[in-house]
């Protein structure tokens, strides 16, 4: 899974297949460069080497999966779809910098909704509950509830 701008700036990977750094930057380049070569009204599905590459664009950002040639890609358009959405839900109408600066929100965001490139939760509500409950566990281990904690406050 890919997001990146249209300039070709990556914003998020995740990878669900261990390839070497190398690898990764090659396929990560050329990846990139096809879907954004594409003109706007070509279908978003297209095979690529050994797999099929779904992608769709939301205001400034692709979000790109690779799955297997027998993979259903309509099921994946609608899984980026839910991750969008949830993105939306969470940040209140997403944008760019809303990934660039909280990446960690976004990580935990897929990997609530994917468990090793598979689904795992179909529930958005489900999901930003999960995420919910994250955010009230790090709002409890601040600094200075260390330190109250500790008796140094």
């Avoid at 990878?15 to 003109?39: C, F, G, H, M, S």
């Avoid at 297997?68 to 910098?97: A, M, Q, W």
């Avoid at 999960?130 to 566990?137: P, R």
Wanted: include cysteine.
């Amino acid at each position: 899974m890919l997001l990146f701008s249209r300039q070709g700036k990556l914003r998020l990977q995740k990878w669900y297949e261990p390839y070497p750094e190398k690898q990764r930057r090659k396929i990560t380049r050329d990846l990139i460069n096809t879907v954004l070569a594409r003109k706007p009204k070509m279908c978003s599905f297209l095979e690529w080497r050994d797999h099929k590459i779904v992608y769709k664009r939301y205001a400034s950002l692709y979000f790109c999966a690779a799955i297997e040639p027998d993979d259903n890609e309509l099921i994946t358009l609608e899984i980026i779809h839910r991750y969008v959405e949830l993105l939306d839900k969470y940040f209140g109408s997403v944008c760019e910098l809303d990934i660039i600066f909280n990446f960690e929100k976004a990580y935990y965001m897929l990997d609530e909704l994917l468990i090793a490139g598979e689904i795992q939760e179909t529930s958005k509500k489900n999901v930003l509950k999960a995420i919910a409950a994250q955010d009230m566990l790090q709002e409890d281990e601040t600094p200075q509830g260390f330190f109250e904690d500790s008796g140094l406050g």
